[in-house]
């Protein structure tokens, strides 16, 4: 799965960095998404724009109007693209492809935004086609419970989390991948849990991943 899209030269979660990470031959891409002050869900890892915009402030305090005189920005090559929105992105990308996206929240109890995210995949018939992950359990369990086709990954970057699994339910776990270890795998052998491990950048960690028979993953390159 690539992470955010292929942000060698266009800024990352942005449409030209999926469709570049497509062209390259991945089968699926992994976005983030936030929600603005009026409810427009946004492609952004960070809910701040200062880290991948030419802006400032946050989306959760911006209108659509001033969210779009912004754009993201790659720091490296310093090209500019649109911020685009998850409605836009899921009409552009081809139906064969696999989207996981990543639900970001400020909080555990900050979950307005998994509503629209389904709403949004049900619009565009994709629920066979989504994959929707979260470190917050409230909101796979919100996911889950409005529609049970719609795969969810409990993102885990400790082991600890685990003690919310039964909330967050779901098929997958996503965990970072250094937190990996045969416990963690027999948790989810036993569960019958697939595990998308992040971030899987390269080949001698691929082939560690394979011989513990694991064979997805999340990966910048």
């Known amino acids: 799965i690539s992470h955010r899209g292929d942000a060698t030269r266009h800024p990352e979660n942005t449409l030209k960095a999926y469709q570049k990470a497509i062209s ?90 998994a509503i629209p995210v389904v709403q949004m995949i049900k619009k565009h018939r994709r629920e066979s086609s989504c994959i929707v992950s979260s470190f917050n359990p409230i909101i796979l369990r919100i996911v889950r419970c409005m529609d049970h086709q719609i795969v969810t990954g409990y993102l885990i970057e400790s082991q600890n989390p685990l003690l919310l699994y039964p909330l967050a339910g779901g098929k997958n776990i996503h965990p970072r991948a250094d937190i990996l270890t045969d416990d963690l795998i027999s948790y989810c052998k036993r569960r019958d849990i697939t595990i998308v491990p992040w971030t899987v950048n390269n080949k001698p960690a691929k082939n560690h991943l394979y011989k513990m028979g694991i064979t997805q993953g999340i990966s910048d390159k």
Not at 28 to 56: P, Q, R, W
Not at 72 to 81: D, G, L, R, S, Y
């Open 24 to 113: 390259s031959g991945f089968k699926a891409v992994e976005m983030d998404v936030v929600l603005s002050k009026d409810g427009t869900i946004y492609c952004s890892h960070n809910h701040d724009l200062e880290k991948e915009t030419d802006g400032f402030g946050y989306f959760f305090e911006k209108t659509v109007s001033e969210i779009d005189q912004h754009f993201a920005v790659n720091p490296t090559t310093k090209i500019k693209e649109k911020i685009p929105k998850l409605d836009n992105v899921l009409s552009e990308l081809p139906k064969d492809i696999l989207v996981n996206i990543e639900i970001k929240s400020k909080g555990l109890f900050d979950i307005h935004i």
